[in-house]
């Protein structure tokens, strides 16, 4: 099992930069798929962006990519977003999420552990 800690939200402006940490809990962080999920008032929880076990496999939803990058450091049992030129439709609450298989996914149902949230709010 592992426990999940999102960081870094806040309130910006538009064409600002953000970057949100999501530190984990437990020895095995470097063997989940890791994601990063947001979700807006009203509206259904999101895909953001996704990263395999070693880093070197991404997923992005369109509305991100070029903005948008996630990384993490098995070393610091940590996952990173990256965010560039926000927008004020970047506005939600972020959530890191961890998979125990180790093949990226886009839905929030084929995720297994979740944080607790981070709120990005960005104004025009």
């Known amino acids: 099992q592992v426990q999940l800690v999102e960081s870094g939200g806040g309130l910006v402006q538009a064409g600002d930069s953000l970057r949100l940490s999501c530190a984990a809990s437990?020895?095995?962080?470097?063997?989940?798929?890791m994601g990063w999920f947001r979700q807006a008032p009203g509206k259904e929880r999101e895909f953001v962006a996704s990263?395999?076990?070693?880093?070197?496999?991404?997923d992005y939803a369109d509305s991100v990519k070029g903005r948008f990058t996630i990384s993490r450091d098995n070393a610091k049992n940590t996952l990173y977003l990256q965010m560039n030129s926000l927008k004020p439709e970047d506005t939600a609450v972020y959530y890191c999420a961890a998979r125990r298989l180790p093949v990226i996914a886009t839905t929030p149902r084929d995720y297994n552990y979740w944080g607790q949230g981070t709120q990005v709010t960005v104004s025009s």
């Open positions: 437990g020895r095995t962080f470097s063997t989940y798929t």
């Open positions: 990263i395999n076990w070693s880093g070197s496999t991404t």
